[in-house]
């Protein structure tokens, strides 16, 4: 027997606990950043956190890592999943666990973990990147029909993942990204 096929738990590196904890729309206020408007340069609506007063500034000081992020979502929603940008929105939370969350079937992405694991480590042109944030997608996505986490919740998200992944594959060829 291969090692490989008595997988029985997630591996301790990969596992991130309960990462769907719902943020509460109270607990965000509008980012007006550089534009004045709230929003990113391509149109994504951004917001910073009330509790943590060093968001705003978090958000100010990394614009330029903010606009990958944006550009990296844009490109997921709008050649992948056929999604308009203004169904989708990044926020920031210094502190929480959730990567993304669903509310009321908008999208929203925690910046402090692209900024953190894709745009600090310089792979936020690569298809780690991409395929990071389709899955996380995909799962959030799944959520516009089922809220908890439960086998309903994984046919729905293997289900995304198997419709579109050949558009991820054809965005990446477009991109020049291997």
Known sequence: DFPESKLTSIPQDLDRGETCEIVPGHSLKPFLGPFGNGRTHN???????KTHISSAAFLEENEV??????????????????LK???IAIYHDPAGKSIAFNSNRSLHFNFRFFHALHFLQNKHET?????YWYVTQCHELS????????????FYTEAFSTKYFPKLVALLRSLNIE
């Open 143 to 154: 959520h516009n029909f089922v809220s908890a986490h439960n086998r309903e919740h994984g």
């Open 43 to 49: 149109g994504i609506v951004v917001f910073s956190s």
């Open 65 to 82: 890592s903010l606009k990958f992020f944006a550009e990296v979502l844009e490109h997921l929603c709008t050649k992948v999943f056929g």
């Open 127 to 131: 298809s780690e990147c991409y395929s």
């Open 85 to 87: 940008l203004d169904s």
